[in-house]
């Protein structure tokens, strides 16, 4: 893994995404807009399925956001940017 978890939220993310079947080795873990900004790519900022997104936001009590953008060299791309949830 290229971009591995650095923090306990991104490891339960990781542990969430490997129960529901994803190799582990296609997500990745990245700054944006500095360290507290965190996002994860997956595969080559390719869509996770919306099924396993609320899986992970139940499961590991993050919202994930996606952004979107489109790249002249390798078409749509997407980034989920991890946001914690506030404790209930």
Known sequence: MIHPP????????????????Y????IEFK???GRT???IKYKYWEHIDSDD???IQE???VMLTPTEWEDE???NNVAYH???KPDK
């Open 73 to 75: 060299d390798t078409g």
């Open 23 to 26: 190799d582990t080795i296609n």
């Open 6 to 21: 650095v923090n306990e939220t991104e490891e339960k993310i990781l542990l969430l995404f490997k129960l529901r079947g």
């Open 82 to 84: 991890i946001e914690q």
């Open 37 to 39: 900004n965190r996002c």
């Open 59 to 61: 499961n590991a009590n």
């Open 53 to 55: 997104i609320i899986y």
């Open 31 to 33: 700054d944006s807009g």
